[in-house]
């Protein structure tokens, strides 16, 4: 048993896992930025301990994921190399809303998801 010819095989991301640029055009600091690795990890993510900037001695795997922020043409070049023809990606929305209160969206964040989506076109 087999795959149907018209499978699709595809790939995800997570914007949090992968993007990077935590400061990068704009956009805000989210809770899962300041998630350390390590000890601590569960009990910032559980509020148990709070962590609202990043502190020394710490690493924070968000910061800089992949950077899928400054390589996804790449990124999406090789999966496109893989023979996927879907992809899933989120969105890291205080890209969008950096303070979760503006009125307007931030555009630069508007536009790197345009472009993210343009690449994903052009590689069909």
């Not at 018209?6 to 300041?34: I, K, P, S």
């Not at 020394?56 to 043409?73: L, S, V």
């Not at 999406?76 to 950096?98: C, D, H, Q, V, Y």
């Amino acid at each position: 048993m087999g795959f149907r010819d018209d499978f699709l095989w595809g790939g995800a991301t997570a914007a949090n896992q992968c993007e990077g640029a935590y400061n990068v055009d704009g956009r805000g600091l989210a809770n899962v930025d300041v998630m350390p690795h390590g000890k601590d990890r569960f009990a910032v993510g559980m509020g148990v301990r709070k962590m609202l900037d990043f502190e020394d001695g710490y690493f924070y795997p968000a910061q800089t994921g992949i950077d899928f922020y400054h390589r996804y043409k790449e990124d999406i070049a090789l999966f496109a190399e893989m023979g996927f023809k879907t992809f899933r990606m989120s969105l890291a929305w205080t890209r969008i809303f950096p303070n979760g209160d503006e009125t307007e969206p931030n555009e630069a964040g508007l536009a790197f998801y345009e472009d993210v989506f343009r690449e994903c076109q052009k590689h069909g």
